[in-house]
């Protein structure tokens, strides 16, 4: 008995490692040389290249490629059709593969459906990116962004709640109790 999924339409190329408990759906392309933590769900029609490494329980949906250079951290949640680039300046009559650059999104980030990553911006800690956002730049722990391109709105939770702070710069999430400092532009749990 496998230790893991795959749907019978999805190509899983040698040379993977796959954790227990993933779950690969229709139509899907894992590559050779990428790494899938344990109880990863990974959504129809996704691409996972060559050296890209998710970590635990990532959440992939639909409609979503990840191009070599981008690393994913536990629990990250990728959003329906959203986009990882990995090269600044493509061209097709243009050999770059010895430029891709790195994206790493941390611990706990979402990246909302239809949101564009250019490659090597950075995602902190539980960062929130807004459907469609166009993220060109890095994104603080805890930060909410949106728009095109993104800009930093507001702060986030742990479980996804939008912070409110009070006068001493403290924020409880309504719905974990946690509480959350702000001081010099940096959210830090405290509860």
């Known amino acids: 008995m496998e230790k893991?999924?795959?749907h019978p339409s999805s190509f899983v190329d040698e040379g993977c490692e796959i954790g227990a408990g993933v779950k690969v759906w229709h139509f899907c392309h894992i590559m050779k040389g990428c790494i899938i933590g344990e109880n990863c769900n990974i959504g129809?029609?996704?691409v996972i290249s060559p050296k890209v490494i998710l970590g635990k329980n990532v959440r992939v949906q639909n409609n979503v490629s990840i191009y070599e250079g981008v690393i994913c951290e536990d629990d990250v949640f990728l959003g329906p059709s959203m986009v990882f680039t990995n090269v600044i300046n493509p061209r097709s009559a243009v050999s770059r593969k010895e430029e891709f650059k790195k994206t790493?999104?941390?611990k706990g980030a979402s990246i909302g459906a239809n949101a564009t990553i250019v490659c090597g911006?950075?995602?902190g800690e539980y960062a929130f990116i807004g459907a469609g956002a166009v993220v060109t730049k890095e994104v603080l722990p805890y930060s909410l962004v949106v728009g095109n391109p993104a800009r930093h709105t507001g702060w986030?939770?742990?479980h996804?709640?939008?912070l409110s702070f009070d006068k001493n710069n403290i924020a409880v999430c309504p719905e974990s109790n946690q509480e959350y400092l702000l001081e010099n532009n940096r959210i830090k749990r405290i509860k």
């Open 121 to 123: 911006n950075n995602i």
């Open 104 to 106: 790493i999104v941390k």
């Open 156 to 158: 986030m939770s742990e």
């Open 4 to 6: 893991y999924f795959i």
């Open 160 to 162: 996804g709640m939008k």
């Open 44 to 46: 129809q029609n996704v």
